[in-house]
């Protein structure tokens, strides 16, 4: 049984450019969360997809928009790339709209130069 | 923003002693999670406590909860090498809340437990 997927695992991008990470849910879940994880601190919410609507969303700019798609993987796009984006993004999923024992992929590792 | 504050930043022990991390939060809660983090990849899920639970046990972990302090503690007993990772507090907030239906992480703990 496959764990929470993400892809790339790395992925190197300049300033103003755009990028789309991927995540595929563990085996029977079918929300999605995406968190952005800078160096040192705790992971923070971005958004919240199920039944392919975002249904909560975090302090984040419209820059940072997603999808779901009706196998209930998703998908992360920002756009207009800052310095201040590289972080580590990660994918959790769920079952329902419940945030309980949330399953994480390993992440994506964006760096902007 | 960070909801949780996570206490101390590091620690350091040495393999068979007990391990103790508090966290504390500001807002109402509907329930407080832990999780475990290695080598800055994927947070591992290790125990939830619901806002109207006090204490809770899973293996040689112990979570316990202070809503009135608005604070939880989590201690791992007996602490091997493989424990060592950072540990997170998260908070999820009560139904109509600003919080609800997100999770939201502490800065977390640091441990390293030496063999």
Not at chain 1, 48 to 76: A, I, K, M, T, V
Not at chain 1, 108 to 113: A, E, P
Request: proline residues 3%.
């Amino acid at each position: 049984d496959a764990g929470v997927t993400q892809s790339p695992t790395h992925l190197i991008k300049t300033r103003g450019q755009q990028v789309t990470l991927r995540c595929s849910p563990k085996s029977g879940h079918d929300t999605v969360s995406w968190y952005q994880q800078a160096l040192g601190q705790g992971p923070q919410f971005i958004f919240q997809y199920y039944e392919e609507e975002e249904r909560q969303r975090g302090n984040f700019p419209d820059r940072f928009s997603g999808h779901q798609f009706p196998n209930y993987s998703s998908e992360l796009n920002v756009n207009a790339l800052l310095l201040g984006d590289s972080a580590l993004y990660l994918c959790a999923s769920g079952r329902g709209a419940t945030n309980e024992k949330l399953f994480f992929g390993s992440g994506t590792q964006l760096s902007v130069l | 923003s960070q909801q949780g504050e996570e206490d101390p930043q590091a620690l350091s022990i040495q393999e068979g002693e007990n391990a103790t991390m508090n966290c504390s939060y500001k807002t109402s809660i509907n329930n407080l999670q832990w999780y475990r983090q290695n080598s800055g990849r994927g947070l591992v899920h290790l125990i939830l406590i619901r806002s109207n639970e006090r204490e809770k046990h899973s293996g040689r972990l112990r979570v316990t909860l202070d809503t009135s302090k608005k604070s939880s503690s989590l201690l791992i007993t007996a602490s091997r090498a493989a424990d060592t990772a950072s540990y997170f507090c998260a908070t999820e907030g009560g139904a109509g809340g600003t919080s609800y239906g997100k999770l939201t992480f502490g800065q977390g703990t640091i441990l390293t437990v030496h063999p």
